[in-house]
């Protein structure tokens, strides 16, 4: 079985599944029919499934001339028909991994792309699993569920963990040009799953002893900027009680050619993976009774930051003698990311929220998400940003630092303006520029 699949994948006639059409599983999708594979992309939104099928892109980090070209050529089509998993040869799944109310891992999309497979699974066919996690989850729950079938782990079948590494709207490293880390259950599962995406990417992959490690390199990757960014969020802080700008501070501090890594202060975390990653890896600590306690405080910094902005903000109003309610409170950027459109967990919606709550009058514009809708709260944005509009506001608040924003209308025509991203920061008249 190993070798027949080997030789499929070297001669490009095996057939690639990815579950879950999202921002890792598009792009992959792509990746590997551009490589001539032929891949069926599965998702249980039936919109998703048709614009795929039609050529019509909607994740930014995808090209929109590629993914026409393959869907075009046959390579690639999507279906909600899970039966049609029979006929891969291997299966990712890239679906959600969020937190539940409890802030506790919340599995079930894995669960159920895992569970959809087992019908479907035959001798020869490598699963992995692409969505970030907590260390064990490829062997303590996809590996009993896919066992139901009767077929045998490593022997029967193959399974591998191998993290997604999306960074939206990175210039530079795209799917293609980024190193892969892949762990198998056992020696055959890591080899084969390695040798698949040396054939779709561009990057180096690099095999580590066992899914857990992969998973557990996957949670570092993200905690590790979780800690620095709670680091740096605190000392933003302390440093407006002491009147020193945290900006310039981390600017001398990285002139230090070793020893120090620039990470910057903002209104807080978004993102898929970022502030919740370390959520899943502190509450697989506490069944080894081990507390993250350096990790646990960078969330509570974290999660905290949108209110801290929210009392900035009544503070620079009540320098102006005005009161948060009532006030009309302009937000510039909900995306959790500059020039992309994706606003998942985003700090800015989180601080709109606060703003509502405390009375003020809001209102946002983002040239990258028109609207958005996040639990109960609903907003469209303004079309564009004008004089009026920025001067009708009592205080401006930059919240993502988008490049095709014409701040310097801002700096003219706002009456106040705090700066969490310090974008301003070519401005020489500082005047109305308040800085985090």
Excluded at 39 to 59: C, H, L, P, S
Excluded at 157 to 163: E, H, I, M, Q, T
Excluded at 286 to 291: L, M, P, S, T
Aim: with cysteine.
């Amino acid at each position: 079985m190993e070798n027949k699949l080997r030789q499929k994948l070297l001669s490009r006639q095996a057939c690639l599944g990815i579950i879950g059409l999202g921002y890792v599983g598009l792009p992959l999708a792509v990746e590997m029919a551009l490589e001539d594979y032929h891949v069926i992309g599965f998702d249980m939104q039936t919109d998703k499934v048709a614009r795929v099928n039609r050529g019509e892109n909607y994740i930014g980090d995808v090209e929109n001339e590629g993914l026409r070209a393959v869907v075009a050529s046959g390579k690639f089509r999507a279906t909600g028909d899970f039966a049609e998993l029979a006929s891969c040869d291997c299966v990712c799944i890239a679906v959600p991994t969020p937190l539940d109310k409890y802030q506790q891992p919340e599995l079930k999309y894995v669960r159920s792309a895992t569970e959809s497979i087992v019908p479907y699974l035959h001798e020869g066919m490598l699963v992995v699993l692409e969505s970030t996690t907590y260390p064990g989850t490829t062997e303590e729950l996809l590996k009993p569920i896919l066992e139901k079938s009767g077929l045998v782990c490593g022997k029967d079948f193959f399974l591998a963990f191998s993290p997604e590494r999306v960074d939206p709207g990175n210039p530079v490293y795209k799917m293609r040009n980024t190193p892969k880390v892949v762990g198998g259950v056992t020696k055959a599962c890591t080899e084969l799953a390695t040798l698949m995406y040396e054939k779709v990417l561009k990057a180096a992959v690099y095999p580590v002893s066992s899914p857990a490690v992969a998973e557990m390199e996957k949670i570092l990757e993200n905690t590790y900027r979780n800690v620095n960014i709670g680091l740096v969020n605190e000392l933003a802080m302390l440093c407006d009680r002491m009147g020193i700008s945290i900006w310039e501070v981390i600017d001398a501090a990285r002139t230090k050619p070793y020893g120090f890594q620039a990470f910057y202060p903002g209104p807080g975390l978004g993102g898929h993976c970022i502030p919740l990653d370390p959520a899943y890896l502190s509450w697989k600590a506490r069944e080894y009774d081990f507390h993250t306690t350096m990790i646990e405080t960078s969330m509570s910094v974290n999660d905290r930051m949108p209110e801290y902005c929210l009392q900035r903000a009544m503070r620079i109003l009540n320098k102006d003698s005005k009161a948060i309610n009532g006030s009309k409170v302009l937000v510039l950027g909900v995306a959790y990311k500059h020039d992309i459109d994706d606003y998942r967990e985003s700090p800015a919606i989180r601080l709109i929220e606060h703003l509502i709550h405390a009375g003020a009058c809001v209102s946002f514009y983002d040239p990258w998400v028109r609207s958005f809708r996040e639990e109960e709260l609903e907003m469209a944005g303004l079309t564009e940003l004008t004089k009026e509009t920025v001067a009708d506001a009592d205080l401006v608040i930059i919240t993502t630092a988008h490049t095709n924003v014409d701040y310097e209308l801002v700096q003219h025509h706002a009456k106040a303006i705090f700066d969490t991203k310090n974008a301003m920061k070519r401005f020489t008249d500082r005047e109305n520029i308040h800085l985090l």
